[in-house]
């Protein structure tokens, strides 16, 4: 049986809390691009993810679909149907590889929000960290050209380069169709200023992935770009 507590999310129930209310959930397996919630959907369920990774599509007013962003072990996503009780959702998520997901019924989560502030809290500070992504995102949409919101992706999806202080490196590769659709452009914007950064050496292709080899300069950029957008 799982156990909620395993989760951040419930790590402040009891656990008599715990031994009770695991027994209300359920879970499902999916395998790699199986469809977990699609466009549409009704149900008003919180969804957690006990072990593989989902990515999140939003439709937008105009039709276009943009990648929203990605979940793995112990995250958590369905919190704003369960809360707001809306009537279909926005978003299409769908399973990158082999993903256990746990089902915890609205009734349920919102009698736990009702009955632990703890639990309630932390919510709150996780849709806080979501919110502040989101008007990053927002704000570059809003302000910077295409080839500033890739450097800025760039560096979001990136990690440190073990052994490499000065250099961050995302792994396995992005695709360039899916940074696309990352940041709202064309496929061919991202591939022609890929290529441009490297040949002035900013980014480095390797077996293991995209490294960014000179930070310095892509966060100069980035801060060229913002200070362009604030005139």
């Not at 050209?145 to 999806?157: F, H, M, Q």
């Not at 480095?204 to 362009?228: F, K, P």
Request: aromatic content about 6%.
């Amino acid at each position: 049986m799982v156990s909620l507590k395993s989760f951040s999310l419930f790590a402040a129930l009891t656990d008599e809390q715990d031994k009770r209310f695991s027994t209300m959930v359920r879970t499902n397996d999916y395998g790699e691009n199986e469809l977990v919630l699609d466009f549409e959907d009704s149900s008003h369920n919180l969804f957690l993810i006990q072990s593989g990774r989902v990515r999140v599509i939003l439709r937008i007013a105009t039709g276009r679909e943009v990648i929203l962003g990605e979940f793995a072990d112990g995250e958590f996503f369905g919190e704003m149907a369960a809360i707001d009780n809306s009537t279909t959702r926005s978003a299409n998520v769908t399973a990158m590889t082999r993903t256990r997901v746990v089902t915890v019924p609205q009734s349920l989560f919102l009698s736990i929000l009702r009955d632990s502030p703890d639990v309630a809290l932390q919510l709150m500070r996780s849709m806080a960290i979501l919110i502040r992504s989101l008007n990053t995102r927002l704000a570059e949409h809003a302000f910077l050209p295409a080839k500033y919101r890739l450097y800025s992706e760039l560096i979001r999806l990136s990690k440190p380069r073990k052994g490499h202080d000065q250099q961050r490196i995302i792994s396995p590769p992005p695709i360039q169709l899916e940074l696309a659709e990352r940041i709202g452009c064309r496929r061919e914007v991202v591939s022609r200023e890929i290529a441009k950064m490297e040949r002035e050496n900013v980014v480095e292709r390797s077996r293991g992935g995209l490294i960014l080899a000179d930070m310095n300069e892509l966060n100069r950029r980035l801060s060229e770009g913002w200070n362009a957008g604030a005139e």
